[in-house]
């Protein structure tokens, strides 16, 4: 079973840049793509950004040009540099992954708060 474990958000003010740091049990690189959902009050989950295997990388419209999605495979870990937040970026930010063999599995972290202040 992959563990994926979310840190960093929390409090922000509007135009601030936190990073949010998701560490997994294994190896990144053993994943087709591992990336940030998120989850607002009232709003479905969606997708932030997501990284693949082959270093590709994709962006919700609302955040492109203002989040920077990144990997490391020697510390099993992804970042998502968020800069100029907004309070519409306010919500629970997941960290998921997903492995494709014959089926696809996919896993979740349990998520952590990000509340912009304006």
């Known amino acids: 079973q992959v563990h994926l474990v979310e840190s960093g958000g929390g409090l922000v003010q509007a135009g601030g840049s936190p990073i949010l740091t998701c560490t997994a049990s294994?190896?990144?690189?053993?994943?087709?793509?591992i990336g940030w959902y998120r989850q607002a009050p009232g709003k479905q989950r969606e997708l932030v950004a997501e990284?693949?295997?082959?270093?590709?990388?994709d962006y919700v419209d609302s955040v492109k040009g203002r989040f920077i999605i990144s990997r490391d495979n020697a510390k099993n870990t992804v970042t998502l540099q968020m800069n100029t937040l907004k309070p519409e970026d306010t919500a629970v930010y997941y960290c998921?992954?997903?492995?494709?063999?014959?089926?696809?599995?996919?896993?979740w972290g349990q998520g952590t708060q990000v509340t912009v202040s304006s």
């Open positions: 998921y992954a997903w492995i494709r063999i014959f089926t696809t599995k996919v896993f």
């Open positions: 990284i693949r295997r082959e270093g590709t990388t």
């Open positions: 294994e190896s990144t690189a053993s994943f087709n793509g």
